[in-house]
């Protein structure tokens, strides 16, 4: 029988947390009220629906081709943080941080020093399997040769490349950056 990791273990129990303050109903709010409205979350949820439309035999549990979508990127912490706040209000995308945060001192978004995952405590764990949520990763992890320390605004993580596009398609009525990558992610257990 395998083992998975720690890591894998704690990705399939991961509970999504907002990385922005919450309202009374538990909404998200962004700093900002958002000056564009645009209706575009039903073209994400078709996205997502069309992503989750897979058979069993398209899977492989080692590898994975999937295709990562980015809204942005940039060396500013801070300010793909106000942007991520901005786009899961505006389309209604939830925040997973993956109990990952920006530290200061280490200059790094990272997982708490203290965190029950050994093996990545106090450190960057890239997000590698299928998500339709929002969350700030380091792009060398999925594209190189990006800067060492060059964040990305990720949308979503899609298995299929047409719910990619259709999010792209949704995303670039108010993200003129919006771009995909493919890639190939080790998603198979240690042994």
Not at 57 to 78: E, G, K, L, M, R
Request: glycine letters at 4%; hydrophobic letters at 35%; aromatic letters at 10%.
């Amino acid at each position: 029988m395998r083992k998975c990791s720690i890591r894998h273990i704690f990705i399939i129990l991961t509970v999504t947390l907002t990385a922005c303050s919450t309202g009374p109903e538990g909404k998200i709010v962004a700093d900002e009220q958002d000056s564009l409205k645009v209706d575009t979350t039903t073209g994400l949820h078709n996205a997502v629906a069309n992503d989750n439309n897979r058979t069993e035999d398209t899977i492989n549990y080692d590898n994975a081709i999937s295709f990562v979508v980015v809204a942005d990127t940039s060396s500013d912490y801070y300010l793909l943080h106000k942007k991520m706040c901005q786009l899961s209000q505006q389309f209604g995308i939830p925040i997973d941080t993956m109990g990952r945060f920006y530290n200061k001192t280490k200059n790094l978004i990272a997982l708490p020093d203290n965190s029950e995952d050994e093996m990545y405590a106090g450190n960057y764990f890239e997000r590698t399997f299928p998500s339709h949520n929002l969350s700030l990763e380091y792009l060398p992890y999925y594209q190189r040769p990006a800067g060492e320390k060059t964040i990305a605004l990720v949308t979503g993580i899609y298995e299929k490349e047409k719910s990619a596009d259709s999010a792209i398609m949704v995303l670039k009525k108010t993200e003129r950056k919006v771009f995909k990558i493919k890639v190939d992610f080790y998603v198979g257990c240690l042994n």
